[in-house]
């Protein structure tokens, strides 16, 4: 039973625009979420994240927005750059910090030029 | 700074043979994390490490796994025999306090 979902698999957007990326979770006790972007054989590569005291979070192009009570979050890039092609992760955890993390299945997003 | 180092890169092992992951964390890192990805699913948590000390070992799979952290520095994480269901790529991640976990390349082992 997945306790964290992306439900797009991959998104094609088009360099200079926005690209949003979404996740859903099911557990009510998830109260840290973190996005990661990973490329061919390398490692997940933190990118933002955001505590569930706050519904907003930006740094530079990536915003990440959270709504708790639909148990949604969504990463915006803007601009979209083709150097942002990459698997992007959602990923939750009861706190910040000194526990594992649960991970989506990843969405992969391509950036045309 | 160093990030995360794991090793081997890659291993091929047949069916019933033992195999050897290292994770070498971020230097300072109490926290150490195993996970695994398997054929393009989710990453999943097998366990975490609290210096020397494991703090949760739930999502290892069974007694054929093995992980170990001597002196709370590098880890290792023994598959004593390798079933054809272990193949994938297997992470390592440290952090500190409440920062972020830092993953290394992970290593992609393959069951024949």
């Known amino acids: 039973d997945q306790q964290v979902k992306q439900n797009s698999p991959s998104l094609s957007v088009q360099e200079g625009r926005i690209s949003i990326l979404n996740c859903d979770y099911t557990?009510?006790?998830?109260?840290?979420f973190l996005w990661y972007k990973k490329y061919p054989a390398e490692g997940p590569t933190f990118l933002i994240s955001?505590?569930?005291?706050?519904d907003k979070n930006e740094d530079g192009r990536f915003t990440v927005f959270l709504n708790k009570s639909a148990k949604h979050l969504s990463l915006h890039i803007v601009p979209s750059q083709p150097g942002d092609s990459a698997v992007y992760f959602c990923?939750?955890?009861?706190?910040?910090?000194?526990?594992?993390?649960?991970f989506g299945k990843g969405t992969r997003l391509s950036v045309i030029a | 700074e160093a990030g995360v180092t794991q090793f081997p890169s890659h291993s091929v092992i047949e069916k019933g043979q033992t195999v050897t992951l290292r994770c070498d964390p971020i230097?300072?890192?109490?926290?150490l994390y195993w996970y695994r990805r398997v054929m393009g699913k989710e990453i999943k948590f097998l366990l975490h490490?609290?210096?020397?000390?494991?703090?949760?070992e739930s999502g290892m799979p069974n007694n054929r796994f093995l992980a170990e952290r001597t002196g709370g520095t590098y880890s290792t994480l023994k598959v004593q025999p390798a079933e054809l269901e272990d193949s994938g790529v297997y992470f390592c991640?440290?952090?500190?306090?409440?920062?972020?976990?830092?993953f290394g390349d992970g290593t992609r082992l393959s069951i024949l």
């Open positions: 991640a440290s952090s500190q306090g409440h920062q972020p976990q830092h």
């Open positions: 557990n009510s006790m998830f109260d840290y």
């Open positions: 955001i505590s569930s005291i706050k």
């Open positions: 990923a939750a955890s009861p706190i910040a910090g000194n526990t594992p993390l649960v």
């Open positions: 230097s300072g890192h109490d926290n």
């Open positions: 490490f609290v210096k020397e000390s494991k703090q949760d």
